[in-house]
């Protein structure tokens, strides 16, 4: 009995039933993640799954005294309450950013996620400056402190939920497709890809950095970088990376971003959201 | 200001945005010096702006040093043949398909003057 069934699988399978197709997606994604993260926990056996949150504060105890020793003072609490005022306060046109897109409460959850009215993946920041625009409000865009605040503020009410990314269809696993090629895409003068200094040499140094593995890339952002004394969220964190290749970064919020976001959340799929985090 | 730049013919702009560029990033190096002083092998090897080779490899000499190459020591002996040494610096992907180490002068990020510098320089290492 179960062999017919199989085989009746195999025979729909080779003539394309698109019955089938619905299921092929998300198995894909999760095959190619697998394949993604074992290269990881291969190459750091010691890091326990859930610590790759603490980026490259997990590869040993001496990074980890330091990250405690950064987090005594949280130097973020500021900037999500500045961020929980914007969330409700009118805007332009009368309407906040709540009316607009709900509640705070675990919506950084939610995201990202591929959207199948409009075939792109949709990124909270994105979203929370399209709202902004189209209430009439010029202050919340890109790169804005008011921006910076709110995505402090979204993650902290998403705090000890978990990443869940799901690849629904074909379009979606095109997206996450896209997502994962720009990650092993070479960029720039100095022709270095994401997995070059996050895969194939994280753990060892360029300069005095060590460079961070590639799960965990996405759980605890906004960053607040001691370095710039602010907070950084993931896509600009994205475009400085690509500018050390000495490349011109893709459109903070343009698809080529929000599809490596994407890829790398769904990598992330069980971490524990704990954005804001401290990182140097 | 403005009209001065747009009168400029545009090779002249690219060498004002050039030159620009070059004092941003040795702005702090170039007081004490003349402006266009030539930079030796070991300065060309260590210069972040340069061939940045610290970056990635200890160099005796050199602070702070990468870990995402090898150590270049006893170059001579790796590489008795100093052309071979010669072609690895200047595009690596020949020898190390798919390597992390950019082709320093195949992307010129140094010219071949350059890059014989510093092969020179890590030659004696």
Known sequence: ?280 | MQNFALGTPRHLAFALLAGSLALSGYALAADEKAPAKELTGKELAFDASKGNCLACHMIVGGDQPGTMGPPLIAMKARYPDRQALFEVVWDPRHKFPNTAMPPIGAYGILSKDEVNKVVDFIYGL
């Not at chain 1, 025979?11 to 394949?35: F, H, N, R, S």
């Not at chain 1, 799954?49 to 005294?65: F, H, M, Q, W």
């Not at chain 1, 950013?97 to 950084?108: F, M, P, S, V």
């Open chain 1, 1 to 280: 009995m179960k062999k017919t069934i199989t085989t009746a699988a195999m025979l729909a399978l080779m003539l394309g039933a698109p019955v089938l197709q619905a299921a092929d997606a998300p198995a894909t994604a999760e095959a190619q993640a697998k394949e993604f993260r074992d290269f990881t926990y291969k190459r750091f056996p010691d890091i326990k799954p859930a610590d790759y949150i603490y980026g490259v504060y997990a590869l040993n105890e001496d990074y980890r005294s330091q990250f405690d020793a950064m987090n005594e003072f949280p130097p973020y609490d500021g900037a999500i309450a500045q961020g929980k005022e914007l969330w409700t306060k009118p805007l332009a046109n009368g309407k906040s950013l709540q009316d607009c897109l709900g509640q705070a409460k675990g919506l950084r959850a939610m995201y990202p996620f591929f959207d199948s009215a409009t075939n792109k993946v949709r990124v909270l920041e994105a979203d929370v400056i399209q709202c902004a625009q189209a209430y009439g409000d010029d202050k919340i865009k890109a790169k804005s402190k008011e921006i910076k605040n709110i995505s402090a503020y979204l993650s902290s009410e998403s705090r000890g939920l978990k990443v869940d990314v799901s690849v629904p269809n074909d379009k979606a696993l095109a997206a996450f497709e896209d997502g994962r090629t720009r990650f092993y895409q070479k960029t720039g003068q100095l022709n270095l890809s994401c997995a070059d200094c996050h895969q194939y040499h994280s753990g060892q140094r360029a300069r005095s950095e060590t460079l961070s593995p590639s799960i965990g890339k996405t759980a605890h952002f906004p960053s607040w970088r001691l370095k710039a004394d602010g907070l950084v969220p993931l896509h600009e964190r994205l475009s400085g990376c690509v500018k050390d290749t000495r490349a011109k970064p893709y459109a903070l919020y343009g698809s080529e971003f929000s599809n490596l976001e994407y890829f790398l959340a769904y990598i992330d799929n069980g971490l524990v959201i704990t954005g804001p985090a401290v990182r140097k």
